[in-house]
């Protein structure tokens, strides 16, 4: 395109041509053609420029004619820059083709832009000596859009790209929260129905695995059994030895009983500790003992927790489909009012089911409520049972029972409303009380010219560890005027097992005052030697569990004889609980124990009846010894 400063030459293309040099008019024409050209155009020959279009001479700063007669070298930046070029065109144009490139070039001032240049030779059959025709266009503008676009379409895909990332981002942070949503459900389905402590299924699920076991087995003429299992004494455990030693045991018992069982058979935590067994596929009821006396054994191996050995046994109670209900609530608490009396039966036993257990449960809780009553209505009242040195045939002593007069229930044990009161801490004014009036009755006693050496009375632990303890046990003493060694306090073994500074220094505190220390139903805690050496305890009770069997259990005549040695070499006195047969006493004499307790000599009586009872026992005693034998 012809430029405002440099006008194209006046060369009219619309003038009529000249008739008379018809030739002249030609080249005036492409003239015109070239000059009016908006593409730059030369030629060039041997790398000089013959001929340059008014466009070529506009677009590289030069004056019309100005570049004729130049070396082509003057349209480029550099001399390699035109090397360059020469050595992509050149062996083209030498075979006579045609060839087009895009290159930055120079104007005359210097400053740079791009172009495209398309070569072609004048003469493609002899290009070598031609020359060459070249066609010049400014694409400075297209580079620049060119890169513009370039740049837009880089930016775009540079924020396609950071929104695919931020999507991608958005996506795994969803999809992590969905999962943590679902193991946040997962994990609150399994809380709700499982126990933390134990990871066992809790009441809930066993509820609904019990119905489900219950549908399959009327359809498939099943037996399903349930089992209420508690753990004997479990609480003195955690009162004495701490909470973090009772969980451990608790985990301990699941596993065992988990260990013990099929997988098609639920075992459950439903409280402190108390476990719920639902057994399928039981074919009769005779069947059942197999795996009661599997679990009895398992659950009553020593447990070793924080380097203390620990004895645990079940109380166990059994109800069975369809024999006793076909309702899964009635069977669970059939089987709770079995273990119930599995207890009061003298625990470390299993019971079934029978129907005049089932008001034991709503008789408990009214129990519970009837008891905080039971002191203030005078209703408690305390039993005596002689000790007696079967050798000599004296009564040596006497341990105070307590007992409930219970306005309507009548008399209630003491195995009953014991774990009551120690539930409920009502044992800690009943057991006051029991000191006192156990303190009272000695001196009422002496003052009727009654000679009582002394009395024995039971402590929970949960007294035990009562910091008042000492003080009130000697103001007893003090108000009813006796020597501390009138008194003797029961503990059990579990006490000693707490082993701690602190149960060191109430034990001193005690022994300070001067009374009596006997560890009671020994043997059932598996407390170890060095308790005992250490705590310097007076008496060894040894449980009547033991002593019940020893004429017909191997292993427990063993143990017995093993106690007995024990509390000898230590210097203890040791007396046998619930001695009731002959024989018992043969075999206790024959070891070297010489003192019991038990419904053989007596059973404990009212405080009235004291007097005159030990008179008879003392004298079918001295009778039976001039005879020849003790107890004989
Ligand atoms: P324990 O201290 O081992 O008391 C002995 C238990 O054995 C008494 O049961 C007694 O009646 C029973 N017994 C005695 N001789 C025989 C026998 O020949 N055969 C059988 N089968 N049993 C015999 P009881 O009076 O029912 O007391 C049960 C438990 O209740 C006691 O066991 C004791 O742990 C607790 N207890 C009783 N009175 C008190 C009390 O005042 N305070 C506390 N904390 N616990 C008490
Ligand atoms: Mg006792
Ligand atoms: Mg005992």
Redesign the pocket.
């Known amino acids: 395109m012809p430029s405002r400063d440099h006008p194209a030459p006046a060369a009219d293309v619309t003038a009529p041509p000249s008739r008379a040099n018809p030739e002249r008019d030609d080249l005036l024409k492409y003239e015109a053609i070239l000059n009016n050209a908006s593409v730059g155009i030369a030629f060039t020959r041997d790398r000089i420029l013959h001929h340059a279009n008014r466009a070529f001479e506009e677009l590289f700063g030069w004056p019309p004619g100005g570049l004729v007669g130049q070396p082509g070298r003057v349209v480029w930046g550099s001399p390699e820059e035109y090397a360059e070029v020469g050595s992509v065109v050149g062996p083209v144009l030498a075979r006579g083709e045609a060839v087009e490139v895009e290159r930055q070039m120079m104007r005359r001032d210097g400053a740079k832009f791009w172009c495209r240049l398309q070569a072609r030779p004048i003469d493609p059959v002899n290009p070598a000596t031609g020359g060459t025709i070249w066609i010049i266009e400014d694409i400075t503008e297209r580079r620049h859009a060119v890169e513009h676009l370039r740049l837009l379409n880089e930016e775009l895909e540079q924020r396609v790209q950071e929104r695919t990332e931020e999507l991608a981002r958005i996506n795994a942070q969803l999809k992590e929260e969905m999962d943590d949503r679902q193991t946040a459900e997962a994990l609150a389905r399994h809380l709700a129905l499982h126990d933390t402590l134990t990871g066992l299924p809790n009441r809930l699920l066993l509820q609904d695995r019990l119905s489900q076991a219950l549908a399959q087995a009327k359809r498939e003429d099943w037996l399903v059994a349930v089992m209420f299992i508690d753990l004997d004494r479990f609480k003195n455990i955690n009162d004495t030895l701490g909470h973090a030693i009772g969980d451990e045991v608790l985990r301990e018992m699941a596993r065992r009983l988990k260990a013990a069982l099929r997988d098609s058979d639920t075992v459950s935590r439903v409280g402190g500790d108390e476990f719920v067994i639902v057994l399928r596929h039981v074919q009769a009821v005779a069947d059942i003992p197999l795996t009661t006396s599997k679990l009895m054994a398992d659950m009553s191996t020593p447990v070793t927790v924080g380097g203390h050995q620990l004895r645990v046994t079940p109380s166990i109670g059994v109800s069975v489909f369809p024999n006793d209900s076909d309702d899964a609530t009635k069977l669970l608490s059939y089987a709770d009012a079995a273990m119930y009396h599995a207890k009061a039966n003298?625990r470390r036993n299993v019971q079934f089911y029978a129907a005049t257990m089932s008001d034991t449960l709503q008789t408990r809780v009214k129990l519970e409520s009837d008891l905080h009553l039971a002191l203030a209505r005078h209703e408690l009242e305390m039993h005596y049972?002689p000790r007696v040195d079967f050798r000599s045939g004296k009564v040596i002593g006497y341990?105070?029972?307590?007992r409930w007069n219970h306005p309507e229930e009548g008399p209630i044990?003491?195995?009953v409303f014991?774990p009551i009161a120690e539930d409920s801490g009502l044992?800690m004014p009943i057991?006051e009380w029991?000191i006192r009036e156990a303190c009272q009755q000695m001196k009422r006693w002496r003052e009727s010219g009654f000679a009582v050496e002394c009395v024995a009375?039971?402590?929970?632990a949960r007294?035990f560890f009562d910091r008042q303890l000492p003080e009130r046990v000697s103001s007893a003493l003090a108000e009813a005027g006796l020597d501390p060694q009138s008194l003797e306090l029961?503990i059990t073994e579990s006490i000693l097992m707490a082993n701690t500074e602190e149960t060191l220094s109430l034990f001193a505190e005690l022994k300070q005052l001067g009374v009596k220390l006997s560890i009671?139903?020994f043997g059932t805690g598996f407390s170890s030697l060095s308790y005992l050496k250490r705590f310097r305890v007076d008496n060894l009770k040894i449980d009547?569990s033991f002593v019940r069997d020893i004429s017909t259990d191997a292993d427990d005549a063993a143990i017995v004889r093993a106690i007995v040695n024990l509390a000898h070499s230590l210097q203890l006195h040791v007396i046998a609980?619930?001695?009731?047969t002959k024989e018992q006493i043969e075999y206790l004499t024959h070891c070297g124990c010489q003192e019991a307790?038990?419904?053989?000599f007596a059973?404990?009586m009212r405080a009235s009846e004291v007097p005159a009872q030990v008179a008879a026992l003392e004298g079918e005693l001295a009778r039976a010894l001039s005879k020849g034998g003790a107890g004989a």
Do not use: M, R
Not at 399 to 402: D, I, K, Q, S, V
Not at 457 to 460: D, E, I, R, Y
Not at 597 to 600: A, D
């Open positions: 003298g049972q341990e105070a029972l307590l044990a003491p195995s014991i044992i057991g029991v009375v039971n402590l929970s007294q029961e009671d139903d009547h609980e619930g001695v009731e307790q038990g419904f053989y059973k404990p």
